[in-house]
């Protein structure tokens, strides 16, 4: 089976959709007693005997619980649930957030990171883990004032420090170039006839204007295809647009 990007942040929306609760060391099982008694074995100094009851509470109430790597992990481990998670699971592949990011390939200091969705954004320790959904929003499991459990936030509501492409996944994304934080990176490409600006990626779009042949363009290196047609984002006036991409060279 090939793990993707696209279908990292897919998992992540339903993880959303369900009764979660943080579990360090978890993998998104469903919270019992064994599951407990397991977690808080390997890692007595994160369960404490207040953590244990309240987890206790939640046994016969379908709560499910992970950790932040957790949740990343549980996508390319079968999903959710005990069963499913028994069967998909690859040694090789259990990551710790600052393993996972030595394992990376594609990686770099959050300045440097792509606007590409089902990318790992990290914490300068690596002690936490988010997957980016695109739109400046992060979808995590944490145990923190933003929640217990899986959760949605702002970008900025963290000092991100690293960002990652995560080893198991392929990126589907079609983003090949930098386009967020300060030093923000386009690839430049020139009209090679009029060519519409339009607000989303299809004929439907709205007009927002017409570049005339030879205009010089930045585009971010996100494409998408939709209606027969490649549609390129690009920059107009510091707005990301779409043009239909056959009419730009670069």
């Keep these: 089976m090939t793990y993707t990007n696209s279908g990292l942040v897919k998992h992540c929306k339903e993880a959303l959709k369900l009764k979660t609760v943080y ?28 953590r244990k009851r309240q987890l206790c509470g939640l046994i016969g109430k379908e709560y499910y619980g992970c950790d932040c ?11 959710f649930g005990l069963e499913k998670n028994a069967k998909g699971y690859v040694g090789a592949w259990d990551y710790g957030v600052g393993t996972m990011y030595n394992a990376a ?5 959050i300045s440097s990171m792509p606007k590409k969705e089902g990318v790992l954004v990290m914490t300068s320790d690596f002690g936490h883990v988010g997957v980016y959904i695109g739109n400046g929003e992060i979808i995590e499991c944490t ?10 936030t702002k970008f900025s509501d963290r000092s991100w420090a690293y960002w990652c492409q995560c080893p198991v996944i392929v990126d589907d994304t079609g983003v090949t170039k930098s386009n967020t934080g300060t030093n923000a990176s386009y690839v430049s490409g020139k009209t090679n006839a009029p060519v519409n600006v339009r607000e989303t990626p299809g004929i439907s779009g709205k007009i927002i204007t017409k570049l ?30 779409w043009c239909d991409k056959q009419w730009i060279d670069g």
């Design 143 to 152: 145990l923190s004032k933003f929640g217990d459990g899986v959760v949605k």
């Design 23 to 50: 579990m360090w060391g978890g993998l998104f099982r469903e919270v019992t007693k064994s599951y407990i008694n397991q977690l808080s074995g390997m890692y007595p100094e994160q369960y404490g005997d207040s």
């Design 69 to 79: 790597v957790g949740l990343v992990k549980s996508y390319y481990f079968g999903g």
């Design 212 to 241: 005339p042949k030879g205009t010089a363009v930045k585009m971010t290196g996100k494409s998408v295809k939709n209606g027969g047609y490649t549609w390129a984002e690009v920059l107009y006036n510091n707005k990301a647009c």
């Design 105 to 109: 390939k594609v990686k770099g200091k």
